[in-house]
């Protein structure tokens, strides 16, 4: 309010009111009535209000789509609690009764060849007995049964697509902890596995936050490939502190790297042409005219600085011996695969 505008209201004030005693007294009881039943509906309604404005930014969608901490055990949990579904074809196969026979037969696998076999090509460093166990936190990971990968007469076999897309992804996993995340500046010891990106589901993760889902919706120039540093609220709602974070840099090599070669990183291709490049904040990209739903910060991130699907060196410390089958050697990137 400027002062002009100020004079301007005290004129009308002074003009309005006070040309006689009783009509004072009463315009006041009004002002005091008006000003006690506002008081009243601000504090009915505050928190209605907050909530539908903070829904209006869409904060509401975006807290409901992030993630505080996810463990594997919250992945098994999302299998054994369903009901039983449509156990047929490349169903996630939930429910216990799938679950529980999956893992028997592994188990009577496991039993019948206690030694690595030959068909194993990434977790070579683990035996048999080793593979099952580490393949629960996979299934975990991915919130499926282990039939969503395996035809459960042949665990060697490659029946199903999935099974193949999960070894590029034991390969990718490596490739990440190796060359990027334990050559991060000042590590704090936070490896990437399976969780780490599908935190529960198998495939549709969100790939951008909820607030640039829109802004890549109304400038599709910065949602070409590469572009992956505008999604700083993936991260965290203060910009400035990722950008000038020291880990930044290599989580743009990163995730430009992983963006540049995903088609090469064999997972399984969209059935048709995406629309557009971000649906329901999935990020397509395009690699010998197949196209692949991309991860970006948001994948990983889901708004927390540290990756709630991520797991600490201290963590599987408290596994001794046992943490080879939580986290192999070879996917942490400490031994080649
Ligand atoms: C997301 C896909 C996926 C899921 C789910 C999965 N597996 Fe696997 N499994 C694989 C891949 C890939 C390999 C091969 C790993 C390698 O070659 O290093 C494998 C290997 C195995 C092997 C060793 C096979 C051999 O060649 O000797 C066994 C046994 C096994 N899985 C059992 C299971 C069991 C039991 C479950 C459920 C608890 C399960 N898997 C869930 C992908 C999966
Ligand atoms: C594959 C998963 C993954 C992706 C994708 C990813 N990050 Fe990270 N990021 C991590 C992990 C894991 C850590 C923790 C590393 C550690 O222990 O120091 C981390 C840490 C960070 C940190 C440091 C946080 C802190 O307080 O120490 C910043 C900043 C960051 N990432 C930014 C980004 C940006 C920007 C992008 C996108 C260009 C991105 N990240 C993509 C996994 C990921
Ligand atoms: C850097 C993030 C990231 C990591 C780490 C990661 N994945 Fe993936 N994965 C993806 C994305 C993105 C897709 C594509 C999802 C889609 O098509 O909607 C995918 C797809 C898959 C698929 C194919 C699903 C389908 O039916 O189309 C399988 C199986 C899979 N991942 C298994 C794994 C396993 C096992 C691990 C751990 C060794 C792993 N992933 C680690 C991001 C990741």
Not at 26 to 43: H, K, R
Not at 70 to 97: H, M, Q
Request: hydrophobic share 40%; glycine share 8%; proline share 6%.
């Amino acid at each position: 309010m400027n002062d002009r505008q100020k004079d301007d209201g005290y004129r009308a004030m002074s003009s309005g009111i006070g040309t006689n005693k009783t009509l004072r007294v009463s315009v006041i009881a009004t002002i005091v009535l008006v000003v006690m039943v506002v008081l009243l509906l601000v504090l009915v309604l505050a928190p209605s209000i907050f909530w539908g404005t903070a829904q209006m930014f869409g904060a509401e969608s975006d807290t409901s789509m992030d993630i505080v901490s996810f463990s594997t055990s919250d992945g098994l949990k999302i299998i054994s609690d369903a009901g039983p579904n449509n156990l047929e074809g490349r169903e996630p196969w939930l429910g216990a009764v799938a679950w529980t026979e999956a893992v028997q037969a592994g188990q009577e696998y496991a039993n019948q060849f206690p030694e690595t076999q030959p068909s194993v090509r990434i977790l070579t460093e683990l035996n048999t007995e080793q593979i099952w166990q580490y393949m629960i936190h996979i299934s975990g990971a991915l919130g499926v049964s282990c039939q969503y990968c395996h035809d459960l007469s042949n665990f060697a076999a490659y029946t199903y697509p999935q099974k193949a897309a999960a070894l590029s992804m034991l390969i990718l996993n490596s490739n990440i902890n190796k060359e990027y995340i334990s050559q991060i500046p000042e590590w704090k010891g936070n490896y990437v596995q399976c969780a780490t990106c599908h935190y529960g589901s198998p495939k549709a993760m969100p790939a951008v936050s909820a607030e640039n889902e829109a802004h890549l919706r109304q400038n599709p120039a910065i949602g070409e490939l590469n572009q992956t540093w505008v999604d700083t609220p993936a991260i965290d709602p203060d910009r400035s502190y990722v950008l000038q974070h020291p880990t930044t840099g290599v989580m743009l090599n990163m995730t430009n790297w992983m963006q540049g070669n995903w088609g090469t990183s064999g997972t399984v291709p969209q059935p048709e042409e995406p629309a557009s490049f971000v649906i329901d904040r999935q990020h397509f990209g395009v690699f010998n005219e197949n196209y692949y739903a991309m991860p970006g910060c948001y994948t990983c991130h889901r708004g927390n600085l540290i990756p709630p699907g991520a797991i600490n060196q201290v963590d599987l410390d408290t596994f001794g011996e046992n943490s080879i089958t939580v986290l192999p050697m070879a996917i942490r990137g400490i031994t080649t695969p």
